[in-house]
Nanobody, 122 residues
């Protein structure tokens, strides 16, 4: 089993920035892809960004140019730097991880954190 613990959410004004972090432990392998998804009330869950073990990144169109995903050299920590935040970015953000192929599967990654709330308002 893999455990994921997120931190860094909070309340920010439009145009502001936040940085989310997530640490993986347990049966985590360095070859796993790590990612961030979000879900707002009444909306479908959205995969926001992913990063492979080799450092390749991918972003949803809605966040390209504003969000940056990065991974520590240890391999088990991932960050999401969010800039130019908009009210529509308000959601619960979830860290996730699994083998790379899982992100191409309909069911998606197996391992998820508890989520951290990001609220953009002001």
């Amino acid at each position: 089993q893999v455990e994921l613990v997120e931190s860094g959410g909070g309340l920010v004004q439009p145009g502001g920035s936040l940085k989310l972090s997530c640490v993986a432990s347990g049966s985590f392998y360095g070859i796993y892809t790590m990612g961030w998804s979000r879900q707002a009330p009444g909306r479908q869950r959205e995969l926001v960004a992913t990063i492979t073990s080799g450092g390749s990144t991918d972003y949803a169109d809605s966040v390209k140019g504003r969000f940056t995903i990065s991974r520590a050299s240890s391999g088990n920590t991932v960050h999401l730097q969010m800039n130019s935040l908009k009210p529509e970015d308000t959601a619960v953000y979830y860290c996730n991880t699994d083998q790379p192929i899982a992100y191409m599967d309909r069911d998606g990654p197996r391992y998820w954190g508890q989520g951290t709330q990001v609220t953009v308002s002001g």
